[in-house]
């Protein structure tokens, strides 16, 4: 069996499937699961799908100025279980994480247990048959799944963000495996997040995440959105003051009372940023910000509500929210998706 080589981009010789698992993982270079063998057949088809030759420029990190090309890209996309289908929102992720406002290095020497989320919004998530409904974030999903593992493989066999060398995450979480869903726009009465960021309603994009694990949070059957969005508002509260963004993901149930209730996705995200703040001396209390002088001062736990990104997504039983939070100098990036 001929595997291509993860850094070099050379050939690798093995006598069988199991010789070929037994060498990435004695070489660190799989996230603890097995991997599909990047033989040249397979890499190539990601680069003829995508239309992009081995060399084709995705950005560079200016930190340890690493070049991401999409030769390396193919060989972890490969490796995670990708079709070449999904080939093109791995690439959409992978530039995005390259640019500066990302903050990649940073986050990924932090002891926070960072991820990379890829949120894809558009029509090309339903045609490659990822997953907006029941376990989107979960198991079960091959595309998810794969897009996710492939850009975090990427970060750790090409960039060098593997565990104690430069990951030093304390706990760590799932989504640092994988952490991939689309928005689902068969429940949504919104434009969708592409739409609105301005490409248009037939592109697709990729929104990149620097994230913690997410919270649930369940609403408890109320039905007006302003009493389960204050639910939600006060689960924020345990994310403490000064968030990037928060990525607030509403279950169809919910959405159908928010929908009902001809609430735009502006009206939420600015109902839960006026919601989740405190005074100052409350927080002080808490010990989640330093002392100051203005105590009576409200301080929100997202700066405005630009930096909380609404989604509807999840299955159709279950009147739930899932609240992601970013981390520290991250800021997130969107790139289109260049569907064929």
Not at 35 to 47: G, K, Y
Request: glycine share 10%; proline share 6%; charged share 15%.
């Amino acid at each position: 069996m001929t595997t291509t080589d993860t850094n070099s981009g050379g050939h690798l010789e093995f006598q069988d499937w199991g010789a070929a698992q037994d060498y990435f993982f004695d070489h660190g270079l799989t996230d603890g699961l097995p991997i599909v063998p990047p033989t040249p057949d397979r890499v190539q088809a990601m680069l003829d799908f995508a239309g992009v030759s081995a060399d084709h420029d995705l950005g560079t990190e200016v930190i340890r100025q690493k070049r991401f090309t999409a030769g390396k890209a193919a060989v972890n996309a490969v490796m995670a279980g990708c079709l070449p289908e999904h080939f093109t929102v791995v690439l959409a992720s992978l530039s995005a994480i390259t640019d500066r406002s990302f903050n990649l290095h940073a986050s990924s020497t932090s002891t926070n247990g960072v991820t990379v989320l890829t949120v894809v919004s558009g029509p090309y998530a339903d045609k490659i048959g990822m997953n907006a409904g029941v376990e989107m974030m979960g198991n079960g999903g091959r595309p998810n799944a794969a897009i996710g593992r492939a850009v975090n493989l990427f970060k750790a066999n090409y960039y060098g963000s593997v565990p104690v060398v430069m990951d030093n995450s304390t706990f760590g979480h799932p989504g640092k495996i994988t952490f991939c869903f689309p928005e689902n726009l068969a429940v949504s009465p919104w434009p969708s997040l592409t739409s609105e960021l301005g490409y248009g309603d037939d592109a697709t994009t990729v929104t990149a995440y620097a994230t913690l694990a997410p919270l649930q949070v369940t609403l408890h059957g109320d039905r007006n959105p302003a009493d389960f969005l204050t639910t939600v508002a006060h689960a924020m509260l345990a994310f403490g003051p000064g968030m990037p963004e928060v990525i607030c993901v509403i279950s169809p149930e919910a959405m159908l009372h928010i929908a009902e209730a001809g609430w735009s996705r502006r009206q939420v995200a600015e109902f839960l940023h006026d919601k989740a703040q405190l005074p100052a001396a409350e927080w002080i209390r808490w010990h989640r910000m330093a002392s100051e002088l203005d105590h009576d001062r409200m301080v929100p736990v997202v700066a405005d509500a630009d930096r909380i990104t609404v989604l509807p997504g999840g299955g159709m039983a279950g009147g739930f929210v899932s609240l992601i939070s970013t981390w520290g100098s991250s800021r997130s990036v969107t790139r289109p998706v260049n569907t064929p």
